[in-house]
């Protein structure tokens, strides 16, 4: 078994998001590993230089979701640490936008949001405590939709 292991279980229902979601491969979550460590070492990102970086935690976890993800997930994410925190960002133009955020103390949320004329006209956060992977899928297909 590899030392990866995913610290959270993520299991699938039987939903839309089912198809949009699969087993990770090791080399992809190495891969995405690699990235989100990038972003977490890159100064350019953080408001202040003493600001915590994400522990390793939130990076294993937000990898392990990420590699369940289909792929066509991973192309538009932008990756933003903060304060101790990981969040990975898509967007749909200016109009919408789907924020998951890896706590450092384990917590998982999801905020979207829908505006129009720069003005918020739906948004709301999700704070699930099983199958976060299927919610996020199912908020990114919300996003493209």
Do not use: C
Not at 75 to 88: H, K, N, R, V
Not at 124 to 135: A, I, K, V, Y
Request: no cysteine; aromatic share 8%; net charge negative.
């Amino acid at each position: 078994m590899s030392a990866l292991a995913p610290p959270l279980a993520f299991y699938t229902q039987n939903t839309a998001a089912q198809a949009e979601t699969s087993a990770p491969s090791e080399a992809s979550l190495y891969e995405l590993l690699n990235r989100l460590m990038e972003a977490v070492g890159d100064r350019s990102l953080y408001e202040d230089i003493h600001e915590p970086r994400p522990g390793a935690g939130a990076v294993v976890t937000a990898a392990v979701t990420l590699s369940r993800l289909n792929d066509r997930f991973r192309d538009t994410l932008e990756i933003e640490p903060f304060w101790g925190q990981l969040s990975l960002v898509w967007r749909s133009g200016r109009e919408r936008r789907v924020k998951a955020t890896f706590g450092g103390d384990g917590r998982l949320s999801i905020y979207y949001e829908q505006m129009i004329d720069g003005r918020v006209i739906d948004s709301g956060m999700d704070t699930p405590q099983d199958n976060f992977t299927g919610h996020l899928a199912n908020r990114l297909i919300w996003l493209r939709s």
